[in-house]
């Protein structure tokens, strides 16, 4: 049986009160956690929802880009008039993500806390320059992964929004699998006026950036500029969807759809 205490504040400060307890978890939109609960997977003392604290939701315009709330779902993301002017790509990525319930109920600040290494949101994190704000301090995209299921969280701290730079061009493009939807290999692409960031998310433990991509692109924004180009397989994932060779070729294939897509 489930044995554990439900709490449901409606601060950020009493959840990251409630968070301290003994094995406490925190319950986003449920998508990982529920799913690991009924395999007996975990068996937290305390769930802390965090659906009820206004301060963790909404999407806003912030100094030209978006600062989208933690709680905030994936739904809300995919439709959204305003992520749709300032960022469409990031739009689109939403639209992809799982199906339709997950999308209803998973959540952005759940996503990347869990740091899936086939999830999407970590290729816009990166590529789009963000910044993760907590209930304590404020964390660069780029240092916020740092491997398979771990990020630069501490025990007890909570995400409260991600602020991601406008680009002048972007684009995500993934080969996902066919029954989660997860990504094989998604590519973010992001140009910056001369500057280019290729976030590459389901290849490896954690969403890294492929550099000599980004020189080839930062000197010519064509699919073309990446012939030749490839991720070296080594540490990449291998499992029953796609082997490491696989993986590295659709780094190249992906990112080339997400410069063609982006124009």
């Known amino acids: 049986m489930y044995a554990f205490t439900y709490q449901?504040?409606?601060?950020?400060?009493?959840?990251?009160?409630?968070?301290?307890?003994?094995?406490?978890?925190?319950?986003?939109?449920?998508?990982?956690?529920l799913p690991t609960l009924k395999q007996r997977l975990a068996r937290p003392t305390d769930l802390i929802d965090l659906g009820a604290i206004a301060e963790l939701?909404?999407?806003?315009?912030?100094?030209?880009g978006l600062e989208i709330g933690a709680f905030t779902r994936h739904a809300e993301v995919a439709h959204s008039d305003l992520v749709k002017r300032v960022i469409p790509a990031l739009a689109s990525l939403a639209e992809?993500?799982?199906?339709?319930?997950?999308?209803?109920?998973?959540?952005?600040?759940?996503?990347?806390?869990?740091?899936?290494?086939?999830?999407?949101?970590?290729?816009?994190?990166?590529?789009?320059?963000?910044t993760v704000t907590t209930d304590r301090r404020t964390i660069a995209g780029d240092d916020f992964f740092t491997g398979m299921f771990e990020t630069a969280l501490e025990p007890g701290e909570i995400v409260k929004s991600v602020r991601f730079s406008r680009p002048d061009k972007a684009a995500y493009a993934k080969f996902r699998n066919p029954a989660s939807r997860y990504a094989i290999?998604?590519?973010?692409?992001?140009?910056?006026?001369?500057?280019?960031?290729?976030?590459?998310?389901?290849?490896?433990?954690?969403?890294?950036?492929a550099e000599a991509f980004e020189t080839a692109?930062?000197?010519?924004?064509?699919?073309?500029?990446?012939n030749g180009l490839s991720v070296e397989a080594d540490g990449l994932n291998a499992d029953i969807h796609a082997s490491a060779d696989y993986r590295a070729h659709l780094v190249t294939v992906m990112a080339k759809r997400a410069v063609e897509a982006a124009g």
């Open 8 to 33: 449901r504040p409606t601060s950020l400060a009493d959840a990251a009160t409630a968070i301290q307890a003994e094995e406490a978890k925190l319950l986003g939109g449920g998508q990982t956690l």
């Open 57 to 64: 939701k909404g999407i806003r315009e912030a100094d030209g």
């Open 185 to 209: 290999v998604g590519v973010f692409v992001a140009r910056f006026g001369g500057e280019v960031r290729v976030a590459v998310t389901g290849a490896a433990g954690s969403v890294f950036r």
């Open 96 to 130: 992809g993500i799982g199906d339709r319930q997950v999308r209803n109920m998973g959540t952005m600040g759940g996503s990347i806390a869990n740091a899936d290494p086939s999830a999407d949101y970590p290729s816009a994190v990166v590529a789009l320059k963000a």
């Open 217 to 226: 692109l930062a000197a010519d924004f064509r699919a073309d500029a990446l």
